[in-house]
């Protein structure tokens, strides 16, 4: 057993905590709408959406059903489509290369940086072709992907820039809010974001005011002005409740960003005083970043991973892998030819990585107990994994001596 004495079960998030908080808010937002009887888009939404702008440093938000119909209406605003390519990483959630998809376009697949496990500029550059259209940076876990390198990118080849910022709002690069570094940028209100509501939601925001209008005619079937159709769109409309609970919470946002930036500086000072860094890759935070921590992500070497996890759960505390199987190896995208090693950055992440419980209520007690269990475990199971046996690259996921060059797939 533990020599630390659990303080309950630790959650990988309670949205409990954060309710209890906010109650009295949340409950008079939800009686308002109830109230009007307005319940699809309406004021509430226009409120959000002004307000998010504002957020984010941009002129224009367009609320709708979800952050992969963000994605998806992103790219319809902009002609995307059979022939297309778009370039984007394979180590994300399904949604950013399933709307690539779901058009008829193609995604090419890039590496990821071994530190931040965002998508690697200079692979970038290499992957654009004829074809290209636009590439898709995911500021995966919090953090900003190297907007400045990838805008200039971009600017070079005459391409599209759409953020994937479901986990991210509230970050910033060189000072600059995500949302406000591409031409479109795509949110995500699942109930797990840091800005979350009480189910599916989501947003782009743009400064360009036409790009601004189609979103707003594709999420009510191309409609403008009722009943009149310029093209067929979807059915893809924000929830006045949702935004009434958003606007709640966007109140709190800046606060909670900063008790998680505080939950994940005293994760780092937890494992350091566990003297566990030599067997532990820490999250990164590069100095022009400021990361809101969706998720603390460490890395173990793969053959632990598994074991460990097994050991938090017998212990009570909530872990996830995000994401085990990279997006080139998902069966449904098989025909793009790609075989394991193709991205060998990204496939070693997806072997080592482990996320633990992350969320602003999360207490001083809880983090302890957690880092505690960690550091028991590697005494017990894995007293040789210092240093001398595991290289701090290898944990910090750079390609391993002799792994594969990254590659186009067959089809390419």
């Given at each position: 057993m533990s020599s630390t004495a659990s303080p309950r079960a630790v959650p990988a998030l309670d949205l409990k905590a954060q309710y209890r908080t906010i109650q009295p808010e949340i409950d008079a937002a939800i009686r308002r709408v109830v109230e009007s009887q307005f319940f699809c888009l309406g004021p509430e939404v226009a409120a959000l959406e002004a307000e998010i702008a504002a957020y984010c440093g941009v002129a224009h938000a367009v609320g709708c059903s979800s952050g992969s119909d963000a994605l998806l209406l992103a790219l319809m605003a902009w002609d995307i489509g059979p022939g297309d390519e778009v370039i984007t990483t394979p180590y994300t959630f399904f949604a950013t290369a399933g709307a690539i998809w779901r058009l008829g376009a193609r995604p090419v697949f890039v590496d990821i940086e071994p530190d931040t496990y965002n998508?690697?500029?200079?692979?970038?550059e290499r992957a654009i072709t004829p074809r290209t259209r636009a590439i898709i940076p995911v500021h995966l876990y919090g953090q900003a992907a190297d907007m400045n390198a990838l805008g200039a990118i971009a600017r070079?080849?005459?391409?599209?820039?759409?953020?994937?910022?479901?986990?991210?709002?509230?970050?910033r690069h060189h000072g600059r809010p995500v949302g406000s570094l591409g031409d479109a940028a795509a949110f995500s209100f699942y109930p797990s974001k840091n800005l979350g509501g009480y189910g599916d939601g989501g947003l782009v925001t743009t400064p360009d005011p036409a790009t601004a209008r189609r979103l707003a005619r594709l999420r009510i079937h191309g409609m403008e002005p009722r009943y009149h159709h310029h093209e067929v769109g979807y059915n893809a409309r924000l929830d006045a409740l949702q935004a009434a609970v958003l606007r709640v919470k966007l109140g709190h946002l800046p606060a909670w960003t900063e008790a998680r930036r505080q939950v994940a500086a005293r994760y780092r000072a937890l494992f350091h005083a566990h003297d566990l860094t030599d067997r532990i890759g820490l999250p990164i935070e590069r100095p022009e970043n400021e990361h809101v921590y969706n998720q603390f992500v460490i890395r173990v070497p793969e053959t632990l991973r598994d074991p460990l996890r097994a050991r938090l759960t017998e212990r009570q505390i909530g872990s996830d892998v995000y994401y085990p199987i990279p997006l080139h190896l998902q069966l449904c995208f098989q025909a793009l030819g790609h075989r394991p090693g193709d991205f060998p950055v990204a496939e070693q992440a997806a072997r080592q990585t482990i996320a633990l419980p992350i969320y602003p209520e999360?207490?001083?007690?809880?983090?302890?107990?957690v880092v505690a269990t960690i550091a028991e475990f590697f005494e017990e199971a894995a007293p040789e994994t210092r240093s001398p046996a595991i290289p701090r690259p290898h944990v910090l996921g750079e390609v391993p001596s002799g792994a594969a060059p990254a590659r186009r797939g067959r089809n390419s």
């Open positions: 998508i690697a500029p200079a692979q970038v070079r080849y005459g391409l599209k820039v759409l953020e994937d910022a479901a986990q991210a709002i509230g970050a999360l207490s001083e007690e809880a983090q302890a107990y």
